[in-house]
């Protein structure tokens, strides 16, 4: 079975490795990532979603934070910081630096993202295909109430999503096309699963590069989705911020809705909440969904695991 996954950085990361685990060595799955988190900062290429993605399949990933490398350590960021230069709101450690140089020398090469992302992944061997969502840079920034825009990474990290945001941009992306191998993973999926990751910035911004919502609406493989919202709040991060800026609801219902179903236009099949959610679940199916209310916490591989054959389950339901 050939499973591709839209994925963001950790909640789309703990579900592929929940996945991986369900479905055993011999898997074939293909993970698109999204790039509109990425960023220059002191002369390198910063990727998080992808080296999320790339540490918590290869193993090195600071379980703790659920990003960045563990057992880390900070001496250049504090060294720069005695000069007066870097975010003491994003600092790169000292591990993961190397990550970013190495891709940075390598982009600088004149390799293309997509071929840089294989030549780190071999040494991660994270079990999957990694793909970047695209090989242009696309940075998504946020709009805030006063007409300026600032980096994603800084509404987020620095202001923990608290400044109001009016809407969010992708920088670049109206010269981006889908990267290499993207369209076909989807073409060629038996399934295609939407993990708990953001649906704005992370799976909503894969999804707004040219050629990929088409793709995936054109797929003939199912397309099942595992909501990212428990009992009307995010299973982590400040999603629900994301949500408001654009007038959806922190609520299971809504997110589907949003998405909305491949029936009526949308990009889904099926639908998975949390028990929590059950009363959204018997909402959606009265409208005509495919959806079951299941525990979706991913409070470990075993539990993460369930959930994903929870949502492959769905499949089975399917008109």
């Known amino acids: 079975m050939k499973v591709t996954v839209l994925s963001g950085g950790v909640g789309g990361a703990r579900f592929t490795r929940g996945l991986l685990a369900l479905l055993g060595p011999s898997a074939d799955v293909t993970v698109i990532a999204n790039t509109g988190d990425d960023m220059w900062l002191h002369g390198v290429r910063v990727c998080p979603d992808l080296d999320t993605l790339m540490y918590t399949l290869g193993g090195a990933v600071h379980e703790d934070q659920g990003w960045g490398r563990r057992d880390e350590s900070r001496r250049v960021s504090d060294d720069l910081a005695a000069y007066g230069l870097g975010w003491e709101w994003f600092t790169l450690g000292d591990l993961d630096l190397a990550t970013h140089l190495a891709r940075t020398e390598l982009l600088r090469s004149g390799l293309p993202l997509s071929q840089v992302t294989a030549r780190l992944c071999a040494r991660w061997a994270p079990g999957v295909r990694l793909l970047p969502m695209s090989d242009q840079e696309v940075e998504t920034h946020v709009r805030l109430a006063d007409g300026s825009l600032i980096h994603f990474e800084e509404w987020w990290v620095r202001h923990r999503a608290a400044l109001p945001a009016a809407g969010f941009e992708q920088v670049g992306l109206a010269s981006a096309t889908a990267g290499p191998g993207v369209v076909e993973a989807l073409r060629d999926a038996d399934v295609v699963l939407l993990p708990p990751s953001n649906p704005v910035v992370s799976v909503g911004t894969i999804l707004a590069v040219p050629g990929i919502r088409d793709a ?29 800026a654009i007038g959806v609801a922190t609520d299971a219902a809504a997110v589907a809705r ?15 909440v949390d028990d929590a959610d059950a009363a959204a679940a018997e909402a959606l199916a009265v409208e005509g969904w495919t959806v079951r209310a299941a ?11 369930a959930i994903a054959a929870a949502a492959l389950a769905l499949v089975d339901r399917l008109p």
């Open 258 to 272: 949003h998405y909305g179903r491949r029936a009526d236009g949308g990009v889904l099949d099926a639908w998975l």
């Open 295 to 305: 525990p979706t916490l991913m409070t470990d591989v075993p539990a993460t695991a």
């Open 216 to 244: 995936l609406v054109s797929t003939s493989a199912p397309v099942v989705g595992v909501s990212p919202v428990v009992g009307g709040a995010p299973v982590r991060g400040m999603a629900d911020a994301c949500l408001t």
